[in-house]
C-alpha cells in the first residue's frame, strides 16, 4: 500500500531523509550510495509513520511515495513490509496546551509522548504544528512501524 508523503509540506520534505536515516540506523536493507550515508549520519530518524483511519495491518507491502496521485510521483525507498500497526489518539486541550497520546488504549506519559515525537522524526513542537494541536483536539489512526519495533520498545530508542 502506498505511503505518501507530500512534498507542500516543509516537514514532509525533511521526511524523506529522516526514512532514509531510520533505514540504516534500524539495519534495514537499502541501496543509498556511501557519500549520502555520511550525509545521514546526523539526520533524526524517522522510524514510523502516524496515519488516520484504520486501513493498514501488518504484512502489507509500504510503497514509500513522494508527489503521490500526479505524473511525477516516484518511491523514495525500497519497498518494505508493515512489521505492526498500533492504534493512536492524540489529543490536546485549549485551555493547557497539553498533549496526550493513547497507543492501544494505554496513556503515554511524558516520556512517551516525546519517544512517539522524535521516532516520528519530529521535535515535540513540530509534532504539535504538524497535527495542529492548538484547538481542542482529537485524532484517531494508526502508527505504521516498518523496522520491527513498536511501543513500548521504541520508547527506549
Request: glycine content about 8%; charged content about 25%.
Amino acid at each position: 500500500m502506498t505511503l505518501s508523503f507530500s512534498q507542500e509540506n516543509i516537514l514532509a520534505r525533511d521526511f524523506i531523509r529522516k526514512i532514509h536515516a531510520g533505514f540504516v540506523k534500524a539495519g534495514l536493507p537499502h541501496d543509498f550510495p556511501p557519500e549520502y550515508l555520511a550525509e545521514l549520519a546526523d539526520v533524526q530518524p524517522k522510524y514510523h509513520s502516524i496515519r488516520q483511519g484504520h486501513r493498514w495491518r501488518a504484512g502489507m507491502k509500504i510503497h514509500f511515495t513522494a508527489k503521490n496521485r500526479t505524473p511525477d510521483m516516484y518511491l523514495f525507498a525500497p519497498v518494505i513490509e508493515c512489521t505492526g500497526v498500533q492504534n493512536i489518539e492524540i489529543s490536546s486541550e485549549q485551555k493547557t496546551g497539553y498533549l496526550a497520546i493513547w497507543i492501544d488504549g494505554k496513556e503515554c506519559g511524558p516520556f512517551g509522548v516525546d519517544a512517539v515525537c522524535r521516532n516520528d522524526g519530529l521535535t515535540n513542537d513540530e509534532f504539535c504544528k504538524f497535527f495542529d494541536t492548538r484547538t481542542p483536539y482529537v485524532f484517531q489512526g494508526q502508527i505504521i512501524h516498518w523496522t520491527g519495533r513498536t511501543y513500548p520498545e521504541l520508547s527506549e530508542l
